[in-house]
């Protein structure tokens, strides 16, 4: 899979006008997105709890995870979303859990995002009314 990049502006949900903007790394491969730790405090974002990680390369790891406001400038949306704080120097990652949230999916071949329907209910959601009134 080809690996891309995208603009992302990362603000506190608290404080919008704090927040800086990055070129991030598309990987479905994460669950969620990965920032270095200091430039989320440096916007004043706050932890609100902690998650076991597996790395890439197999290492397990403890990070804090938050809630930051990001704004994907290719989609013209700005939702809130769970951010990892990664070490200092780690790569920007924009992860699967952010690209839900947007409702886009990655696209290696064209290197961009594009937007996506979204499945909600699966079968029974998609079911006629009839067939739920039968039961």
């Known amino acids: 899979m080809g690996m891309f990049q995208v603009r992302v502006r990362v603000a506190n949900p608290a404080q919008p006008q704090r927040c ?10 994460a669950l969620y997105t990965f920032v270095p730790e200091e430039r989320l405090t440096a916007i004043g974002l706050k932890p ?14 403890h990070r804090l995870l938050g809630e930051a406001l990001l704004s994907l400038p290719v989609l013209g949306e700005t939702l809130t979303c769970p951010v990892l704080f990664g070490p200092a120097g780690s790569l920007y990652l924009l992860g699967a859990t952010a690209l839900e949230n947007f409702g886009a999916e990655a696209d290696p071949a064209g290197q961009r995002l594009k937007p996506i329907a979204a499945l909600v209910g699966g079968c ?9 009134r039968a039961r």
């Open 48 to 61: 609100l709890r902690s998650r076991d990680l597996l790395l890439a390369h197999g290492r397990r790891d």
């Open 20 to 29: 800086f903007e990055e070129q991030f790394w598309v990987d479905t491969g």
């Open 124 to 132: 029974i959601a998609s079911r006629p009314e009839d067939s739920l």
